[in-house]
């Protein structure tokens, strides 16, 4: 019996160890950063996170989404600096509404995912089409008041002349 318990108490000090060596080994996963937060369709957005622990290399993956389908994931790897991973992640549809986002941390031991993160993608129109004003009037319609504001001035002064 005690022969048993011995190594039943062997076995479980041996698991106990294990778990906590595997432990060490996955990779803290902070929060998936993208800039800028609601970019333009065809344009190129930065993923930014921070891993601590031993990772051999880290990828994101993503998908861009229209309001009819999700295009295939894409993947790319990400590049170093301390425990900050970066990547430029262009976006390649012009018809996109958003994107969703995850970083995958990579060691010898497997892998570990991030939560996903998913963006806003907004059409740009020329300022709303506007001439690059900020005010959503018409453009040109101050040039027609203008125009008709000389062209009456210009009656005045031609009747006047007529008149003496």
Do not use: W
């Amino acid at each position: 019996m005690k022969k048993i318990v011995t190594g039943l108490v062997i076995l479980l000090a041996i698991a106990t160890v294990s778990t906590c060596a595997a432990a060490a080994d996955t990779p803290v996963i902070g929060t998936l950063q993208i800039s800028p937060e609601t970019p333009a369709p065809r344009t190129t957005v930065t993923v930014t996170i921070d891993i601590s622990g031993t990772v051999d290399y880290a990828t994101v993956t993503y998908h861009e989404c229209n309001t009819q389908l999700c295009h295939k994931d894409s993947t790319l790897n990400m590049t170093k600096s301390g425990t900050t991973y970066t990547a430029q992640v262009p976006l390649q549809y012009a018809d996109s509404i958003n994107a969703t986002f995850f970083v995958t941390a990579h060691t010898g031991s497997g892998t570990t995912d991030s939560a996903k993160k998913v963006i806003l993608i907004h059409a740009s129109s020329n300022n709303n089409n506007t001439n690059g004003s900020t005010n959503k009037k018409t453009p040109g319609f101050e040039v027609i008041i203008a125009l008709g504001a000389i062209a009456v001035a210009m009656l005045v002064i031609a009747r006047r002349k007529r008149s003496s």
